[in-house]
């Protein structure tokens, strides 16, 4: 049975578009001009991001409804030769429905763990690639390190401005972007090293810094771009915590410089 779960969870599963296409969709949906995008890219970022996800949801149920019509096709005789009798029909429905409703679940288990590892790609992923679409709209070119050799010269980089030619050959003249969808407790685990006279931004849309958040990015000589709100809070007022709507006037003058 465990074989015929597999088939019909990944037949379900089908029914989710990739996260590009997914993006794309929300993309064209919003259309935000490049003025919206060079002065609000906080609030750009933060509503592009929240749509994306409650796109996958949607792309979720109907996978999972999907996956129960699967299931009772394959089940469609023994649901067929279910009789409910007796004067407790609570009692009877029990009795009767409980070994499909866990056999049910079984399948759903499966489904759960493989939508759940889905969920964990898509969320930083969804972040990296919406940053790199609205800096491309305007103008300022960022390039994802692909290619296992590449990933690993750069590391733990996400964006690299302008290409990754320059990040590896004169890494000095290009800007180095590490994209943080959350601040979880192991962030600090996940930046990269900053070699001699690089430029390394960190990018979040989390909607939390906390006063140690705060010294340990400065403690790691690292300048975070965080949504615009979170500027206001007292132990953001250092020059290592800048809003995140500042981040494209930023990069656009030191494209230019370089």
């Avoid at 997914?22 to 259309?31: E, G, M, P, Y």
């Amino acid at each position: 049975m465990l074989h015929t779960y597999k088939q019909i969870v990944s037949s379900a599963l089908d029914n989710i578009p990739s996260l590009q296409q997914i993006l794309d969709k929300v993309w064209a949906q919003r259309q935000f001009s490049e003025k919206q995008i060079s002065q609000n890219l906080s609030s750009v970022l933060i509503s592009l991001d929240a749509q994306a996800t409650d796109l996958f949801h949607q792309y979720e149920q109907q996978a999972i409804e999907h996956l129960f019509l699967l299931w009772a096709k394959a089940n469609k005789h023994q649901i067929s030769s279910l009789k409910l009798s007796g004067e407790d029909q609570i009692y009877a429905f029990v009795e009767h429905y409980q070994p499909l409703f866990i056999d049910f679940a079984s399948a759903v288990q499966l489904f759960e763990k493989r939508v759940g590892n889905m969920r964990k790609a898509r969320g930083g992923k969804t972040f990296e690639l919406l940053l790199q679409k609205c800096l491309d709209s305007i103008g300022i070119p960022a390039e994802i390190p692909k290619g296992k050799e590449i990933r690993q010269k750069l590391r733990r980089i996400d964006l690299v401005i302008p290409d990754v030619q320059t990040a590896l050959e004169t890494p000095d003249k290009a800007i180095f972007l590490t994209c943080k969808r959350t601040l979880r407790e192991r962030w600090k685990q996940e930046i990269p090293q900053i070699g001699p006279n690089q430029t390394v931004y960190l990018i979040t849309i989390d909607q939390e810094l906390s006063e140690q958040k705060a010294q340990e990015i400065q403690s790691h000589n690292l300048i975070a771009f965080v949504p615009d709100n979170l500027k206001q809070q007292k132990h953001a007022q250092s020059s290592w915590i800048r809003k995140l709507s500042d981040l494209p006037k930023d990069l656009q003058q030191r494209v230019g410089k370089r």
